[in-house]
């Protein structure tokens, strides 16, 4: 079975940066796929950036630039930088999990206010 913990949220002025971790329990961590994805309050969620086993990454258009994920297998965990933050930032933002099925952390809420 797999678990992912996801921490390093919280709240950020507007322009600064959080990195988020999500630790994940199992084997198949190394040749699964992981994203990011949020959701803010009235909104669906959403994609945010994903990287395949092979370390290929894709961005929504709306971090490109700002947000990067990376990964270690070593540690099975999954990070996603977050810089020059925004208030349309604002969300939960949820690991996830991708081999056959998907798995899904519990989230963890980020806010970017002043």
């Known amino acids: 079975q797999v678990q992912l913990v996801e921490s390093g949220g919280g709240l950020v002025q507007p322009g600064g940066s959080l990195r988020l971790s999500c630790a994940a329990s199992?084997?198949?961590?190394?040749?699964?796929?992981m994203g990011w994805y949020r959701q803010a309050p009235g909104k669906q969620r959403e994609l945010v950036a994903t990287i395949t086993s092979g370390g290929s990454r894709n961005y929504a258009d709306s971090v490109k630039g700002r947000f990067t994920i990376s990964r270690d297998n070593a540690k099975n965990t999954v990070y996603l930088q977050m810089t020059s933050l925004k208030s349309d930032d604002t969300a939960v933002y949820y690991c996830?999990?991708?081999?056959?099925?998907?798995?899904w952390g519990q989230g963890t809420q980020v806010t970017v206010s002043s």
């Open positions: 996830n999990l991708y081999y056959f099925r998907d798995y």
């Open positions: 199992g084997s198949i961590f190394g040749v699964a796929n």
